[in-house]
């Protein structure tokens, strides 16, 4: 695999540059392949090669070119062939916007985009790493709304923190048919045995956090979302249904 992937680099950087030949001459090693897959790879290099001529100034060598490499091409080609042809018509300059992006040199980056998209389809890998996968996987099962709302964010919670929380902003909401209170201040399950308590600023936590800060405290609890105080006199016990 190693090898495999310091092959594809050294495409991309070659096209990167500027330079065809590394590209070609993959095409050629794996044309069957690619035909299979129905890549129109070697096209997209070739007819970028001929607009390198005409920018050049070079359109007798274009011309030569074409009849070279465009004289047999499958019929769904025909219409893009038709259109870079055209370009010998025109100057490097024009205005024209359906033929100016043709001389855009960004179509350099959509060819290194092609190929590793038909490198990746050759060899059946994946176009994301394992490790993104996972990590997205894990991301979309924690994430809530409240992950992006301030005031109701958890420290224990990873989504919450960065940068996984901008990691999380595309991935879907967590799907869950059986939700769980979980107590603010210690991060444990509120249950039966750890039951919430309802402060009369109408923020909850859990039993064992709540008695624990007032024991500390002289029965005095300070709400750690807005740092008023209160007596764990006060405190009313939740009922979920």
Not at 22 to 31: A, D, G, S, Y
Not at 151 to 174: G, M, R, S, Y
Request: proline share 5%; charged share 25%.
């Amino acid at each position: 695999d190693i090898e495999l992937f310091r092959e594809s680099r050294r495409i991309e950087e070659g096209l990167a540059e500027q330079n065809f030949q590394p590209c070609l001459q993959w095409c050629h090693e794996n044309r069957t392949k690619l035909k299979k897959i129905k890549s129109t790879l070697e096209f997209s290099v070739r007819m970028q090669e001929f607009i390198e001529l005409i920018k050049g100034g070079k359109r007798l060598d274009a011309i030569k070119y074409s009849r070279m490499y465009f004289s047999s091409l499958e019929c769904h080609l025909l219409p893009d062939m038709r259109r870079g042809m055209t370009l010998l018509a025109f100057q490097s300059s024009t205005k024209c916007a359906r033929y100016q992006a043709l001389f855009d040199p960004a179509r350099w980056e959509s060819l290194v985009d092609q190929f590793r998209v038909d490198n990746f389809a050759l060899h059946q890998l994946n176009g994301q790493s394992v490790l993104s996968v996972v990590l997205q996987s894990g991301l979309a099962a924690m994430k809530t709304p409240r992950c992006y709302q301030e005031e109701h964010k958890n420290t224990n919670c990873p989504v919450c923190q960065q940068p996984f929380n901008d990691l999380a902003k595309v991935l879907p909401f967590q799907h869950c048919s059986v939700s769980r209170l979980v107590c603010r201040i210690s991060g444990k399950p509120m249950s039966d045995n750890n039951p919430p308590l309802l402060l009369p600023n109408g923020h909850v936590y859990g039993t064992d956090a709540l008695k624990s800060m007032a024991a500390m405290n002289g029965g005095t609890i300070t709400c750690p979302r807005t740092n008023e105080k209160f007596s764990i006199d006060q405190v009313q016990k939740v009922f979920v249904m």
